[in-house]
Each structure stands twice: as C-alpha cells, then as structure tokens.
C-alpha cells in the first residue's frame, strides 16, 4: 500500500501533459544499446544549434538529454517482453526548448540521493537542477520522460 500512495505523490508532483501546440523540431529513433548514448546527445545538441538556440543551451540540452537517455536504456525495458528503441524527440513549446526521451517501461522515474562514493544516482537530479522544469508522462506505449531549458528569451 505503501508504494501506491508514493507512486500517487509522484504522478501528483511529476506527471505534465505536453502542449499539444509543442512545434517538432526533430525526432530520433535509438537502438537499445548503450553506444547510442553518444548519437542521442549529439542530435539533441545539433537540433538546439540549428535552431539558433540561447548560448550554453546547446550544451545544457545535450547533458540532459545524455542523462535521461542513459536512464531509458538502463532501466526502460524492465516490465517489457522485447523491448524496443528509444525515441528522442526536440521540440519548441515558446521560448521553451524541450527534449522528451520515450521508452517503453511504464516505471515512473524517482529521484534518489546518492552517497558520496556511489558512481550512479545522480542523473535525475542533474536533470531536476539545471532545467526550468522536467517530469514524465504516461502513454499508451510507456512513458516520456522530458525537460524544457529556455533556450530563446
């Protein structure tokens, strides 16, 4: 019962539904394999420049993306039989850069505090601290897991 109400807390405090009027600026499908983490943050970095985006947000988005794309191989295929690739998309919501990683695990991500020698942990809260808002949403296929960065002020 305990897990219940943390997962309700959770999809309370986390869960966003996307605006519909998000404008795709690009999309990518991954392999589930770990050297796609490399091509997954260039993408992501190469759409922000392209599209002219506020200086360092290029970087920043490239990072982040870097870090939720590592979580969706690590950890998106648990409840799934065959588990599928994973899609990056970028898109423009405003002044909002935005970068929504899908899988196909319907397992909500948490943030954890990692110890001071633990090598892992850290990931989300990367995410949490250097975007103007992130969280995850549920869909027919898995979940999204998504940040905005204001990348055109």
């Known amino acids: 019962m305990e897990e219940v109400l ?3 807390a959770a999809l309370t405090e986390y ?3 996307m605006n519909p009027g998000l404008s795709p600026l690009g999309e990518r499908w991954i392999p589930r394999d770990p050297r796609s983490v490399a091509s997954a943050r ?3 970095r190469d759409v922000a420049l ?3 985006a506020a200086e360092g947000i290029p970087e920043i988005a490239e990072l982040l993306a870097s870090e939720l794309v590592t979580n969706a191989l690590a950890y998106g295929s648990r409840d799934v039989g065959v588990p599928g ?3 990056v998309t970028v898109g423009r919501e405003r ?3 935005v970068v929504d990683v899908c899988d196909s695990c319907i397992m909500v991500p948490r943030l954890r505090r990692a110890g001071d020698l633990e090598t892992s942990g850290r990931g989300l809260a990367i995410v949490r601290d250097l975007s103007r808002n992130w969280g995850w949403t549920l ?4 979940k999204s897991v998504w ?3 204001e990348a055109w002020p």
């Open 6 to 8: 943390q997962a309700s």
């Open 15 to 17: 869960r966003h539904t």
């Open 42 to 44: 260039r993408f992501v």
């Open 50 to 52: 392209d599209w002219n």
């Open 85 to 87: 690739p994973v899609r």
């Open 95 to 97: 002044e909002l850069l």
């Open 139 to 142: 869909n027919p296929y898995g």
């Open 147 to 149: 940040f905005q960065l």
